[in-house]
């Protein structure tokens, strides 16, 4: 128990000069004219003083270069993330997002690896099946396309010309689709989480098959059925087991790049989300909302990533040690 | 473990024990194969084998040779692409091949069991010890999970663990090789087969685990009146472990006889190597390498099938596939040769 | 008598060269690749358009739907889509294979460095590829490429978003190397080769690497898909350059136009999909036929 502590707090520790590179990152390409105020300017014909003079104040532009860093972290783990150029503080902006982006990235990785897993094992249990083969087949086309290009695709057959599923946003402005409320939320949830999802499957199907066919060939899964266990239990509490842990690491790895991914998918579906926003943002050279909602999504990354690394743990305890 | 009989029940059980068939295992002319991409592999090819109730008895040859296959395919865990194509199995005298896989699950622990090579892969890394043997108990004695657990301490004890109550909820990775092998076998032995598949049970281990692991089979063999089949590519340990022995080459059978036999006077070329390439402190001459390597399986040479590598091979054995022949009273051999060739066996 | 061992000479290459010519999906791979670079060399030549050109626009025809003509339809503005795509297909190969070939010399580099030494550097150097591992990389892409497009006066251009790719995509390759020069070092060859007098950087560059080369040449393949994929999110986005004929261009002009000109939308996706289809396709052929299992 002692050396799992041990094991948690060696992986918090190394968070933080992850999160620090990402911020003196930001922070970098935030200040490459110079100063913010500088980059905004050159996106912006006329921007508003009021926001200008608030953001001066923000970042402290009086201040020498390594000050200005420190000042801005100092505020950034406090939560004070600046204004953006709408006027609203940052902050307050980017909660709302944050949910609604949530909402589509967990759904889809729930999905993805209920229906994932069992398909990848069904899969290396009926190795070069036709089965196995059209899996196999499905797998590598999705992730060989562009995540947003399936969403396009889907909205042309589903929404455009089928009318069966809403397009874009989360939920509708004026009349609830399908009638209800809540089931509005849920037809606008479909089609997004459908494209998600199956890009994700794709990478979980194919090395779930991949590993466990690597495992099933090992003497301990041989001694396990020479001991009398039922197959039933040898692939599943035996083989899966040992083939689960790699996974876990990707599928913390491809929670941080769809969440990375989200600008696009979001922008497809017009989802207002944090992907979304940024966008926006961007295009808009809105420096502070840039700057947050990375700041943002990094944290979020990491936290998943921590996650990851105490479900690796838990599942195979030989990572403790080392 | 086993409690020792009272003298009446113990006249009753020898009464019934006389009516039991004495073969516990016969093998006969097995054929197991691998169809890869790469062709059909040979590993088994018609391969014979008969075990006594409570022998020790070995089955000795190079890697490759198909020995493993042999304790796979009786217990019918032969991974893919592997199967067996021909032959018969009885245990007990009921045809295994026939059973269902339920039936054959039934007897895998209970009946018989195999401890495997390399105990680094043979134990699965992320169980400990404890579930990996109370897995298999409560599966086939039907025990709590207290009681398995109780049970497993005791097995560990048994096989000469030191400190079996920390080693129980230890990870494989925190033990070392000796160790590791033997709990192996005493996952092997939880359910008390009869039959027990020693797959080269020392040869991942230090030289000086392994007097002591063989040491613990010699022990538990006696204690549980368990028939166990050796199997190795030693002759050192054949010596010191078995009564009976059969050589094999290729997948097939090249000699079958009592240990002492075979040693003072081998019939078959392959033997006779087999018996040279063994060092001993005593000898003087060089140590006597067996040229060549072992053959290709999926296209084994034709005619015998150790002529490639037969000193005293002529053209008949290139030809004719030699029929396994007896020599006197449970001694066999497949050459064509065995009564003029003079062999040299071993002193001691 | 049957020989024992395999009739053909068995050089490691040469036995990989063989499981590959039997991977059917690898080549299939293989034969989609040589398409698109035949495509991307020769297209430009051929097609009926120059690229970026609105000409289509004088000639009546803008925003008409797939014709004989216009073998993938027209955009509202003009351009053929036929015509950029092929001569899209260029640009993105090129960002493909530069920017790998950039992230396999930095990757293999740093990996080795970071996997041969012990202490404080090499401890330093792993954790900085696993911070690159780990950070959201499109965000920061994207940002840079905003900033970059908005202050370089000649616009992004492609070298400047491979320069940039490249910079926060070497940290896969690096992490593999690393791995496997830190298993290969404590191998025997390496101690034999020392005990003949070679010293480090040279048992490093002459005996390691030649070792690593086949999970490289993998993941190496598997990079060009992944690093195309990027360009076209970055693209579509409208983070890239707008004068430079891209596939992810092309998809960025068709969004808005979807409900009524959905050739635009498809045919350069599917180009998309296609190529680097063939890349993973390739790439796992390549994978097969390196790294074989040991079976019976």
Redesign the interface.
């Known amino acids: 128990m002692a050396s799992l502590i041990r094991y948690i707090i060696r992986r918090l520790l190394?968070m933080i000069?992850?999160f620090l590179?990402?911020a003196i990152?930001?922070f970098a390409?935030?200040n490459?004219?110079g100063n913010p105020i500088n980059?905004i300017r050159?996106?912006l014909k006329n921007p508003n003083p009021a926001v200008l003079k608030a953001l001066t104040d923000y970042y402290h532009l009086d201040q020498p270069v390594w000050k200005r860093f420190l000042y801005w972290l100092w505020d950034l783990i406090h939560g004070n993330l600046g204004v953006s150029l709408s006027g609203r503080p940052v902050i307050s902006q980017i909660w709302p997002w944050t949910f609604t982006t949530l909402e589509l990235q967990i759904l889809s990785l729930i999905l993805s690896i209920v229906i994932g897993i069992p398909v990848g094992v069904y899969s290396s249990k009926h190795q070069y099946s036709k089965a196995d083969y059209a899996i196999t087949g499905a797998a590598?086309?999705g992730?060989?396309?562009?995540t947003?290009?399936l969403g396009?695709?889907l909205?042309?057959i589903f929404s455009?010309d089928l009318g069966w599923l809403p397009s874009n946003g989360a939920v509708s402005v004026s009349y609830p689709w399908w009638g209800d409320n809540t089931l509005d939320w849920l037809a606008h949830l479909i089609l997004p989480t459908a494209v998600l999802t199956y890009v994700s499957l794709a990478t979980i199907v194919r090395l779930v098959r991949a590993n466990m066919l690597?495992v099933m060939?090992?003497?301990?899964i041989?001694?396990?059925?020479?001991?009398?266990?039922?197959?039933r239990?040898v692939t599943y509490?035996?083989a899966l087991?040992?083939a689960i842990?790699p996974i876990v690491t990707i599928i913390g790895?491809g929670f941080?790049?769809a969440?990375?991914?989200a600008?696009?998918l979001e922008?497809?579906f017009s989802w207002p989300g944090l992907g979304y926003a940024?966008?926006q943002a961007?295009?808009t050279?809105d420096i502070p909302l840039?700057e947050g909602?990375?700041i943002v999504?990094?944290v979020m990354?990491?936290i998943a990533?921590l996650i990851t690394d105490f479900v690796y743990a838990f599942?195979?305890?030989?990572v403790i040690?080392q | 473990m086993t409690d020792y009989l009272t003298p009446s029940t113990r006249d009753s059980v020898n009464e019934w024990a006389h009516r039991l068939p004495e073969k516990l295992l016969e093998i006969s002319n097995l054929r197991t194969y691998f169809f890869t991409e790469a062709g059909v592999v040979k590993a088994l090819d018609g391969m014979s084998l008969e075990v006594n109730k409570g022998q020790a008895v070995g089955l000795v040859g190079e890697s490759g040779s198909g020995k493993s296959v042999t304790a796979q395919s009786v217990l019918r865990i032969v991974p893919r692409p592997g199967r067996i194509v021909a032959g018969s199995i009885k245990f007990e005298g009921e045809d295994l091949l026939s059973k269902s896989d339920d039936d054959m699950r039934k007897l895998r622990g209970p009946k018989m069991a195999i401890v495997f090579q390399d105990p680094t892969t043979s134990l699965n890394p992320v169980f400990t010890v404890e579930r990996q043997l109370t897995d298999i108990l409560m599966l086939h004695r039907d025990l709590t999970k207290e009681a398995a657990s109780k049970r497993a301490l005791s097995l560990l004890e048994r096989v000469g663990i030191q400190e079996p109550e920390k080693r129980l909820k230890a990870y494989p990775h925190e033990l070392s090789g000796g160790m590791k092998q033997r709990i192996a076998i005493a996952r092997a032995l939880s359910c008390e087969p009869i039959l027990l598949f020693a797959d080269e049970p020392t040869t991942n281990l230090d030289v000086t685990i392994q007097a002591q692991v063989l040491e613990l089979l010699k022990q538990l063999q006696k204690e549980l009146n368990m028939t166990m089949v050796m199997i190795t590519h030693d002759m050192g340990i054949i010596a010191d472990m078995t009564e009976r022995v059969t050589v094999l080459y290729a997948g097939k059978v090249m000699e079958v006889a009592d240990t002492p036999t075979l040693f003072h006077s081998p019939k078959h070329p392959y033997t006779e190597a087999l018996l040279k390439a063994v060092p001993s402190v005593k000898q003087t001459r060089a140590l006597e390498v067996i040229p060549g390597n072992i053959p290709n399986l999926i296209e084994p040479p034709s005619g015998c099938v150790f002529n490639p590598r037969c000193k005293y091979a002529k053209d008949i054995c290139m030809k004719q596939e030699p029929p396994l022949e007896e020599v006197e009273e449970e001694h066999y051999v497949a050459c064509h040769f065995w009564r003029e060739l003079k062999l040299e066996g071993r002193a001691g | 008598m049957s020989p024992s061992s395999p009739k053909r000479g068995a050089g490691q290459w040469a036995v990989a060269w063989r499981r590959f010519r039997r991977n059917k999906s690898g080549l299939a791979g293989s034969a989609i690749v040589i398409f698109f670079v035949v495509v991307a060399l020769v297209g430009p030549f051929v097609v009926a358009y120059p690229a970026r050109s609105y000409l289509s626009l004088y000639e009546g025809d803008a925003g008409t739907p797939p014709s004989f003509k216009h073998p993938f339809g027209v955009e509202d503005s003009g351009i053929d889509v036929f015509s950029e795509t092929v001569q899209s297909a260029h640009n993105d190969l090129y960002v493909g294979l530069a920017a790998t070939l950039i992230t396999t010399l930095i990757g293999v580099a740093v990996g080795a460095l970071a996997g041969y030494f012990k202490g404080v550097v090499s401890d330093v150097l792993l954790g900085v590829i696993q911070m690159f591992f780990v950070i959201p990389v499109l965000l920061l892409i994207l940002l840079f490429a905003r900033v970059f497009s908005v202050l370089v006066f000649h616009g992004l251009g492609l070298t400047l978003i491979v320069l940039i790719l490249a910079f926060f995509g070497w940290s896969g390759i690096a992490f593999i190397v690393r791995g496997e020069t830190f298993r290969l070092k404590e191998m025997e060859f390496v101690q034999a080769a020392r005990s003949l007098g070679a010293g480090s950087y040279r048992i490093l560059f002459r005996h390691i690497v030649p070792n690593i080369l086949s999970p490289v040449i993998v993941i190496a393949t598997l990079n060009i898909a992944g690093f195309i994929l990027t360009e076209v999110v970055v693209s579509f986005l409208g983070f890239g350059d707008p004068n430079t004929s891209t596939w992810g261009l092309l998809l960025n002009e068709g969004f808005p136009y979807v409900r009524t000109d959905w050739w635009v939308s498809i045919f350069p996706g599917l180009a998309v999909v296609f190529c680097v289809l063939g890349f993973n396709l390739m790439g796992d052929g390549l994978s097969d036929a390196l790294n074989p299992r040991l079976r019976e």
């Not at chain 1, 992730?143 to 562009?146: A, F, G, L, N, V």
């Not at chain 1, 060939?217 to 301990?220: A, E, L, M, N, V």
Request: aromatic share 10%.
């Open positions: 190394f000069p992850v590179g990402v990152l930001t390409v935030g490459a004219a980059l050159a996106g590598i086309f992730y060989s396309m562009p947003f290009w396009i695709m909205i042309v455009l690597e060939r090992q003497d301990y041989l001694a396990a059925r020479a001991s009398g266990l039922s197959e239990t509490r035996y087991r040992n842990s790895l941080g790049a969440m990375a991914g600008p696009a922008t497809t940024f966008t961007a295009l050279l840039v909602i990375t999504i990094t990354v990491l990533n599942i195979d305890p030989r040690v």
